[in-house]
């Protein structure tokens, strides 16, 4: 048969539609204003010629917008029933979806993105996140946050340049729905969309000030975060900067939810379907020329079919048409700017450089432009930059592995943790992958999905918070379900939390058992005289009771009138490491126990200090009242004894997602757990900090209370005689503030509680914990007398949201039979 050589015809999208104007404005307090700041040119990097003139921010226009943001929230828009918010954000989804091929073209224009991405994704999942937080607007004491949750505040957002339009609706819609105003800024390079769906919202009519978009470069985004007007701050963008914005809000007790990178791994197994799993690796890291933080940029292949799937991608790659994003046959457009393509060949260099073999599509390159040839590189080894570092633009590093053990390990050894996929026909597999990535998505044959109703995110350095479900809704709420200290002397009469918590308080003194009559004491072998052997205690550490590798202790008292008089380890800076080390080596174990399992292990917990109960009560200084704290810090491990098994009922979620899927969301353990617990309330505080810790799976380091550490190693004996693994729970005594830092730092702790660190001792501890984008859970005072909330299991859980195609997988990834 004669080889047929043809081509497709131009098809190219009319830039008329896109109706861009010569010069945009910031849009401020309900109207479009020049900005302060210098004017710069928008260009389209298809072809390097100037779109059109963006006015940008200056400080002032911050504080205006900022200022406009208050105005609203603390008026009209607060004032508005949750069902007319709602109503607001269905006008916006509406507006979008109306005028949608003129955003898809304006997309297509100020991004290099092909216009059928635009067209058949960018745009209608704006839409449709508008859409569905619509109607949470009305339903978020439905979303298990508890009945009475609360809107942040204002929010300062910045978004990349990727997915504009799109990471914009991520941004306002949740935060609208939740009751907040926001202060929006997009990327220098593509502001376009964003200063059209401002258009869109002022056509909707929504009060002045709810939504402000201001423009402006990586300076401008800075003092936005960092404006002292804003409550709560979400961030899509690189690494390198969410850890900046993390340390600068150190101290401030400002919310924070970071979208970061990513360096996912595309699994392939030699049992998948290999065509379509072709076109997953082709989707995973072509789809919007690579520059996507999930992209499947570092693709394992399992040994055996290495050269087969190599040369059917390689054949594969070769048909992808690179040019003209406004044509609308074109699979891959333009890079998004000069800078961006000068970091993607030097990375692509440094493959070169360090042994990897390069294969390039043969595809021609237009003459202008930013553009860069769909590229493969084999013989990758793990220590390459280009399996480690994101590059962000449309090149595939390939690595092979022998047995799923090792795909996982390779899969997992990177500091990010945001998506994966995985390429299998085995069921079993699939789910046996999915539960172990550490990521929080994965794809199974198919990759780059979105949904608002399915959560997205990351573990690790890909940044905490989700967006998009239910579980996205928490970045804009004030969720700290947890019951807080109120000095009611000092309690505002008019403030209605502070009132119901006074009721609550003297609710609780009268439900509370009086104290047990006390026992008769005389016995007539005790010697008066008697010398008491003095005590000394050890760390807790892997489930031993090393000393402290310091050499040091001191001398603690317990009892009434400081009675027991005992030697306590005074643990350092290698004590320290040496708990994180036990601490990661039992996670994976722990984390894998089955909810059940855990549950009987806290139980029994339980069930040991009710033996030595009066043990405990003398320890704290005897009397009714310490007896109640020892019964309550019993009962707090039975409560969460009880929690394990319904963590993923709770806060996992089924995702009704538009297609041919079935989307699950499930919690799962954070990590390792670092938590100062209270000073002042050593036992009831300890296990109140503890046991939510513990009951999700997380391994723990725990610093005791250093005036009183008693409790805290006298718990420790009994978690040593308990069922809990060694190293699950690993305490530390000593100065909490000694070793805190190193913990704050230290790579291989993934959050903080904070709870038992004073408000001065803060933000140094917060600061170091963005080197490693921990999560850090920072509460006010609180009541631990009063039955525990949700916020602090929360804190410590992260949300992994899995897809598979429903029916047999087709070619695309996409479901069918
Ligand atoms: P950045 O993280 O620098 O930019 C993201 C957004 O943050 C932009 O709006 C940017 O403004 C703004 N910004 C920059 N510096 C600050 C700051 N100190 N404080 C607050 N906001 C700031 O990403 P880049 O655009 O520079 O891309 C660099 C690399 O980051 C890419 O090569 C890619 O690897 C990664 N990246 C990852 C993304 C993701 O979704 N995971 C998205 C974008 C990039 P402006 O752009 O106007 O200067």
């Avoid at 937080?133 to 949750?149: E, I, N, R, S």
């Avoid at 292949?301 to 040369?311: G, L, M, T």
């Avoid at 100065?735 to 730092?745: D, I, R, S, V």
């Amino acid at each position: 048969m004669a080889h047929l050589d043809w081509q497709y015809d131009p098809a190219p999208e009319s830039a008329a539609i896109g109706r861009l104007r010569e010069r945009y404005q910031l849009f401020v307090n309900g109207r479009f204003v020049d900005g302060r700041g210098e004017d710069v040119k928008t260009i389209n990097p298809a072809t390097e010629e100037p779109l059109a003139i963006v006015s940008t921010a200056g400080r002032a226009d911050i504080d205006d917008a900022v200022h406009a943001a208050r105005t609203a929230f603390d008026g009209p828009w607060s004032r508005l029933t949750p069902a007319q918010r709602g109503t607001y954000l269905f006008r916006i989804a509406r507006g979008i979806a109306e005028r949608a091929r003129e955003l898809a073209v304006v997309e297509t224009l100020d991004n290099g993105k092909p216009i059928k991405e635009s067209r058949d994704v960018d745009i209608p999942t704006a839409s449709a996140h508008f859409f569905h937080h619509a109607g949470w607007a009305d339903k978020l004491g439905h979303a298990g946050y508890g009945p009475a949750v609360r809107p942040l505040g204002v929010a300062g957002q910045v978004i990349p340049w990727n997915f504009p339009l799109l990471m914009a609706a991520w941004k306002i819609a949740p935060a609208l729905a939740a009751g907040n105003t926001v202060v929006l800024k997009p990327a220098e390079t593509t502001p376009l969309s964003a200063l059209v769906l401002a258009e869109i919202i002022a056509d909707a009519d929504l009060p002045p000030g709810v939504v402000n978009i201001i423009t402006g470069a990586g300076d401008i985004g800075a003092a936005l975060v960092n404006h002292p007007g804003i409550d709560k701050v979400a961030f899509t963008g690189s690494t390198e900067v969410g850890k900046q914005i993390q340390a600068s809000l150190a101290g401030t007790g400002r919310k924070l939810t970071l979208e970061l990178g990513g360096k996912a791994a595309n699994i392939v197994f030699d049992d998948a379907p290999i065509d379509q799993a072709v076109e997953g690796i082709v989707n995973g890291i072509f789809f919007n020329q690579g520059h996507v933080c999930c992209a499947g940029s570092r693709l394992l292949v399992q040994e055996s079919i290495v050269d087969e799937v190599i040369a059917k991608l390689q054949d594969r790659i070769s048909t992808l048409r690179v040019g003209d994003p406004m044509d609308k046959n074109t699979d891959v457009g333009a890079i998004n700017s000069a800078g961006q393509l000068a970091t993607i060949t030097s990375l692509a260099d440094a493959g070169d450089a360090e042994g990897a073999t390069r294969w390039t599509s043969p595809c021609p390159l237009p003459d202008r432009g930013f553009y860069f040839a769909p590229t493969v590189f084999t013989d990758v080894s793990q220590s390459m930059r280009i399996a480690r570092e994101e590059i962000f633009g449309p090149v595939l590093s390939v690595l092979t592995f022998r047995t799923p053990d090792e795909a996982l390990a390779k899969a997992n050894n990177t500091p990010y943790g945001l998506s994966a996929g995985v390429w299998t026909e085995k069921g079993s597999r699939i789910l046996g992958m999915a539960s172990a990535l550490r990521a929080g998505v994965v794809w199974a044959n198919t990759f780059n999905r979105f949904d608002p109703t399915a959560a997205f995110g990351g573990y690790q350095e890909s940044g905490f918070g989700r967006e998009g479900g239910r579980a996205g809704l928490a970045a804009y709420l004030d969720a700290d379900d947890e019951p807080r200290t109120i000095d009611l002397d000092a309690a505002d009469p008019n403030d209605a939390d502070a009132m119901l918590a006074a009721a609550l308080d003297e609710e609780i003194e009268d439900l509370l058992p009086p104290p047990p009559p006390a026992s008769a004491t005389a016995d007539p072998i005790i010697d008066p005289d008697r010398v008491a052997v003095t005590k000394t205690y050890k760390l807790f550490i892997g489930g031993a009771f090393p000393r402290s590798e310091s050499g040091r202790t001191y001398r603690a008292s317990g009892g009434v009138d400081g009675s027991i008089v005992a030697n306590v380890a005074q643990g350092s800076r290698k004590d320290a490491r040496d708990a994180v080390s036990a601490a990661r080596s039992a996670f994976g174990k722990w984390s894998r126990a089955t909810a059940y399992n855990r549950g009987q292990v806290l139980y029994r917990v339980a069930e040991l200090m009710e033996a030595r109960r009066t043990e405990f009560v003398g320890l704290l200084g005897g009397g009714g009242t310490n007896e109640r704290v020892v019964d309550a810090a019993i009962d707090r491990w039975v409560h969460y004894a009880g929690w394990t098994d319904k963590l993923a009922q709770v806060f996992g979620s089924a995702n009704p997602v538009a297609g041919p899927f079935f989307s699950f969301s499930t919690p799962e353990p954070t990590g390792v757990v670092a938590a100062v617990a209270p000073a002042d309330d050593p036992l009831l505080g300890l296990v109140a900090v503890l046991a939510p810790i513990i009951a999700s799976g997380n391994t723990c380091v725990l610093l005791a209370s250093p005036a009183w550490p008693l409790p805290a190693v006298t718990l420790a004996e009994v978690l040593a005689t308990s069922d809990v693994p060694g190293g699950v729970v690993n305490i530390l005594t000593g100065g909490p503030l000694e070793m805190a830092p190193h913990l704050a730092a230290h790579a291989d702790v993934n959050a903080l509680d904070l709870t038992g660190v004073n408000a001065a001792a803060r933000p140094d501890l917060e600061r170091a914990a963005a080197g490693t984008v921990k999560r850090v859970y920072s509460p006010g005072p609180q009541d631990f007398r009063r039955p525990p909330g949700t916020a602090r299991l929360r804190a410590f859980l992260e949300i992994k949201t899995v897809w598979h195609p429903t029916g047999a997988v087709s070619l695309g990834g996409g479901g069918g039979y």
